[in-house]
């Protein structure tokens, strides 16, 4: 089943101070083995269970490491079509 | 590489859709300008409370769209770049100055949003004073105040709100109340003002304070927005590279070293009763004072009425050796504009000059309010000897006007960029009784050459001034002969820019 959220990590911004990790709270971001351009462990979403909820995004300094994503709800029209909707959008 | 974020993305696995929900504020700059290599990261050390405080200020301006009418005043510390990141109106304010220069910008533009941002070493030290008093004037501007407890720029010293036994560079055994006084509480302390509008400490310690610290943010702004008052919003905050931890023990440490002895609390919410004042009556500074003379009064139509000035402003710097008059010469010079019904100033120079060797004032005549009082760039230059003259004359703007106390330009001065009199005042003081009138003689020759005051007015001043009927003569003789000096020995004078 899809998460109810994503996030995005930029690793252009992000510094690796870890406060999205510790404080979020599936625990669904780890700090990356490898280290960015910058040269840090930059912040890495698993890619499964965040929920969308957006705290990564507050407890973080930088203005654009992260951005938060929520599901989409399928649009209504098209979904009753059959499920089809990846095509209208 | 731009920072172009998908406002929506496919998971790959699930292909699913999900739509943007926390990005990026678009009142930050894109990109930032302050080096060509990190033009994607703010300048803030990783874990610093500076950056989370920049996104919750830039969120609420966004979404109560004011970015373009908000003007950020930043500090010096750590947070003196600011202006590097938001888009919006900006000005760098000198150490703890940033809210006397945020009420400087506000009363000057009052339908703006007006932001003071400041560090503990900013706020509660070196400006001490211009916090106190602009919240005791209830200014309308929204402060956040970023208390970290320490001088993060510099190095670590010992702030005001250091906490006793903390230790600092400049503490190395811990902060003691007995040599360094106990820490500053400033909410508690602006608390006492009757005129503040709202006063909350917030502290970035965790999620939820995150979040309370956004809401205190976005009320400042909403009252600011609505111009309801002086509000202050003070912000705990981690500095992970000073306290030395990592940023999140840092941040654990604003919950159990800070809390305890900086308590979040809201202490003030609620609109002062502020008596209304009315409009001070618009009335020439002359009548106020009582220079107007009766008989303008009675012949109201034929007092110099402002209208008959050819120029708007003039700033004339007049410099000399103590004893020459110069300081005098100025006096008179704004006495007579105020006569005229202008805006005047007159700024002599203090110091040591002022005892003996060179001194110099300013003066601006004006039918506008002098904004400054300073002349840096004078349209006329009044040089009483010949030090003042090379001193000063590079100051004076293209086309402007020197008048020379002496006979000849001293040699190789260069006077291709401005028209410069020379007028031996000294002499035709002797000639007329004293020396000492001199300066008289200029005034004479200032007003002949430009015309930018009448004779008639200087006259007056005179009269209400010097009350010895020999000086009074000698001094009516000098005027006459200073601009008789120019009449018929220099002949028509070509005017400096801006002049008839
Ligand atoms: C007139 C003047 N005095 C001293 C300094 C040195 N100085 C620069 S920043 C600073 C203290 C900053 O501390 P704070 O306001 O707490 O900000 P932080 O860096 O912790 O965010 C000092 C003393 C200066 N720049 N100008
Ligand atoms: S949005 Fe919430 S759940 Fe998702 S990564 Fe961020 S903190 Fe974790
Ligand atoms: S909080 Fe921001 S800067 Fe810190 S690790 Fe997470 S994404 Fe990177
Ligand atoms: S020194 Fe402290 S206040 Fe300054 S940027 Fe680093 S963490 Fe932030």
């Known amino acids: 089943m899809a998460s109810r959220g994503n996030i995005v990590i930029n690793v252009e911004e992000c510094k690796g101070c870890g406060l999205c990790i510790e404080s ?22 698993t890619g499964r269970d965040c929920t969308g909820c957006g705290i990564c995004f507050y407890c973080c300094p930088e203005p654009g490491a992260i951005t938060v994503y929520r599901l989409a709800a399928p649009p209504k ?12 959008l | ?55 919750l200020i830039a969120e609420g301006i966004e979404e109560l769209g004011i970015k373009d009418k908000t003007i950020f005043v930043s500090p010096v510390g750590c947070s003196v770049f600011a202006y590097y990141y938001f888009d919006v109106g900006n000005v760098q ?46 200014e309308k501007i929204a402060v956040f105040f970023v208390n970290n407890g320490i001088y993060g720029m510099t190095g670590g010293q010992m702030a005001p709100t250091t906490l006793v036994g903390q230790k600092s560079t400049t503490t190395p055994w811990g902060r003691h109340p007995a040599g360094e006084g106990f820490p500053l509480h400033m909410s508690e302390l602006l608390s006492t003002l009757e005129a503040p509008t709202y006063i909350e400490r917030v502290a970035l310690c965790d999620n939820k304070n995150i979040m309370r610290a956004r809401r205190a943010v976005r009320h400042a702004l909403e009252l600011q927005r609505d111009n309801a008052g002086f509000s202050f919003v003070e912000i705990l905050s981690p500095c992970p590279t000073i306290w030395g931890k990592d940023p999140v023990e840092a941040r654990a440490w604003v919950s159990d070293g800070m809390i305890p002895v900086f308590p979040l609390a809201l202490f003030r919410d609620r609109k002062p009763e502020m008596p209304v004042v009315p409009e001070p009556p618009q009335r020439p500074v002359a009548d106020v004072l009582e220079l107007t003379t009766s008989r303008d009064a009675a012949e109201p139509q034929k007092s110099l009425a402002a209208d008959h000035h050819s120029f708007s402003h003039i700033g004339i710097k007049i410099a ?9 010469l100025g006096q008179l010079l704004t006495e007579m504009g105020m006569r005229e019904h202008l805006e005047v100033s007159w700024l002599p120079s203090y110091g040591p000059e002022m005892r003996s060797g060179s001194a110099h004032c300013h003066v601006c005549l004006s039918k506008e309010r002098v904004g400054s009082p300073l002349v840096s760039a004078p349209d006329v230059l009044v040089a009483m000897n010949e030090i003042s003259l ?27 960029e401005v028209h410069v009199v020379c007028i031996p005042a000294g002499e035709i003081a002797d000639v007329v009784g004293s020396p000492k009138a001199a300066n008289i003689v200029m005034l004479g020759a200032l007003l002949e050459a430009t015309e930018c005051l009448n004779s008639e007015t200087a006259m007056q001043v005179l009269e209400a001034k010097v009350k010895k009927v020999q000086l009074l003569e000698i001094d009516r003789k000098a005027l006459t002969a200073g601009r008789d000096y120019i009449d018929h020995q220099v002949g028509a004078v070509s005017q400096p820019d801006g002049f008839a």
């Not at chain 1, 979020?24 to 979403?45: D, I, R, T």
């Not at chain 2, 496919?10 to 300008?33: M, R």
């Not at chain 2, 000399?320 to 005098?328: S, T």
């Open chain 1, 77 to 88: 029209a098209v979904a009753s079509r059959g499920g089809e909707h990846a095509a209208a």
């Open chain 2, 1 to 55: 590489m731009e920072n172009t974020r998908a406002t929506r993305v496919i998971d790959p696995e699930t292909g699913s859709n999900y739509d943007v929900a926390h990005e990026k504020s678009p009142v930050f700059y894109d990109t930032y300008e302050r080096k060509a290599d990190l033009r994607h990261q703010t300048h803030y050390c990783p874990g610093c409370g500076h950056g989370i405080v920049h996104k």
């Open chain 2, 390 to 416: 090379h001193k000063f004359a590079r100051e004076v703007v293209p086309g402007g006007l020197i008048l020379y106390n002496g006979s000849n330009l001293p040699e190789g001065f260069d006077d291709s």
């Open chain 1, 24 to 45: 979020c709270p599936p625990k669904c971001l780890v700090l990356a083995k490898e280290l960015s351009p910058y040269g840090v462990h930059s912040a890495h979403y």
């Open chain 2, 93 to 138: 304010a000198a150490h703890g100055r940033a809210s006397a220069a945020a009420t400087a910008v506000k009363r000057a533009c009052p339908d703006k949003v007006v932001l003071s941002y400041q560090g503990d070493g900013d706020l509660a030290a070196i400006g001490t004073a211009e916090i106190i008093h602009a919240a005791n004037r209830g």
């Open chain 2, 320 to 328: 000399g050796f103590g004893g020459q008059g110069v300081l005098l």
